[in-house]
């Protein structure tokens, strides 16, 4: 029964990962190394049902390679749509000497690891939820990515461990995580990018500490865009993008 669930978890995120993109630039082939400096060259981006009202108006922006950068505003003024705008769903930006619009799109996804607000989940088991993507992943890197992500405690807790079925969308398992668990597969993945949005609205704002050191891992070793409210979190990030009605108002410490 358990290989079943298993195989029917890898047919559901096959057919996740071919799902045709939003974006009309879809043709890139090449597969380049996905390191570098990120840079927004006046970007613009209007979503196609609403073109008289654009989200994010002229930005120019500049991340070095390694930098983690909080991104900044009120709800609605284009902080989410910056983030997805550097995973190809909309618009070109480059990465180091490479655009984005030439390059294969399954490439780029497979090489940014993404956190968002809610975290997709597959009806498998909790390690096969932190180590898909990564094949040759051992469970050493596993625990080593859930307790960072502050999720081994709880894992072990259960009656199977990280061999717990968690269930679709994290059916079986409550509060904040399938949040954690999600970030325990991003840091997982030894990758030069990742982007964290609003990752930690379902964290238990009790036990800030724990928040801010899953951060703190998060965003070591690589190039880190922190979509953010929280003040604690801005505070640990390198510069802060603040955003308003689509506009970059200013990138600094």
Same mark, same amino acid.
């Given at each position: 029964?358990?290989?079943?669930?298993?195989?029917?978890?890898?047919? /559901?995120?096959?057919?996740?990962?071919?799902?045709?993109?939003?974006?009309?630039?879809?043709?890139?082939?090449?597969?380049?190394?996905?390191?570098?400096?990120?840079?927004?060259?006046?970007?613009?981006?209007?979503?196609?049902?609403?073109?008289?009202?654009?989200?994010?108006?002229?930005?120019?922006?500049?991340?070095?390679?390694?930098?983690?950068?909080?991104?900044?505003?009120?709800?609605?003024?284009?902080?989410?749509?910056?983030?997805?705008?550097?995973?190809?769903?909309?618009?070109?930006?480059?990465?180091?000497?490479?655009?984005?619009?030439?390059? /294969?799109?399954?490439?780029?996804?497979?090489?940014?690891?993404?956190?968002?607000?809610?975290?997709?989940?597959?009806?498998?088991?909790?390690?096969?939820?932190?180590?898909?993507?990564?094949?040759?992943?051992?469970?050493?890197?596993?625990?080593?990515?859930?307790?960072?992500?502050?999720?081994?405690?709880?894992?072990?807790?259960?009656?199977?461990?990280? /061999?717990?079925?968690?269930?679709?969308?994290?059916?079986?398992?409550? /509060?904040?995580?399938?949040?954690?668990?999600?970030?325990?597969?991003?840091?997982?993945?030894?990758?030069?990018?990742?982007?964290?949005?609003?990752?930690?609205?379902?964290?238990?704002?009790?036990?800030?500490?724990?928040?801010?050191?899953?951060?703190?891992?998060?965003?070591?070793?690589?190039?880190?865009?922190?979509?953010?409210?929280?003040?604690?979190?801005?505070?640990?990030?390198?510069?802060?993008?603040?955003?308003?009605?689509?506009?970059?108002?200013?990138?600094?410490?």
């Amino acid at each position: 029964q358990r290989i079943a669930k298993s195989t029917q978890a890898t047919r /559901d995120f096959n057919k996740f990962l071919n799902l045709s993109t939003e974006t009309d630039e879809s043709h890139g082939t090449l597969r380049p190394p996905i390191t570098g400096d990120v840079q927004f060259h006046d970007v613009s981006f209007s979503y196609p049902k609403r073109p008289e009202a654009p989200v994010v108006q002229h930005a120019l922006l500049r991340i070095a390679n390694g930098e983690c950068v909080a991104i900044v505003g009120a709800s609605g003024f284009g902080k989410s749509t910056v983030a997805a705008l550097l995973q190809r769903l909309y618009g070109t930006i480059t990465i180091g000497n490479s655009l984005l619009g030439a390059t /294969d799109v399954k490439h780029l996804r497979h090489n940014i690891a993404v956190v968002s607000q809610n975290p997709t989940i597959f009806d498998a088991t909790i390690a096969e939820n932190i180590s898909y993507e990564s094949k040759s992943m051992s469970m050493e890197d596993t625990h080593r990515a859930a307790r960072a992500a502050h999720v081994h405690d709880f894992i072990v807790s259960l009656p199977k461990g990280y /061999d717990t079925m968690v269930g679709e969308n994290a059916s079986l398992i409550s /509060d904040e995580q399938p949040q954690r668990l999600s970030i325990a597969h991003a840091l997982a993945r030894l990758l030069r990018i990742r982007i964290l949005n609003e990752c930690t609205s379902a964290l238990d704002p009790g036990n800030q500490a724990a928040t801010v050191e899953t951060i703190r891992s998060a965003k070591v070793g690589c190039t880190t865009l922190v979509v953010t409210h929280k003040l604690q979190i801005v505070q640990m990030c390198d510069r802060i993008l603040v955003m308003h009605d689509g506009y970059t108002l200013s990138l600094g410490t």
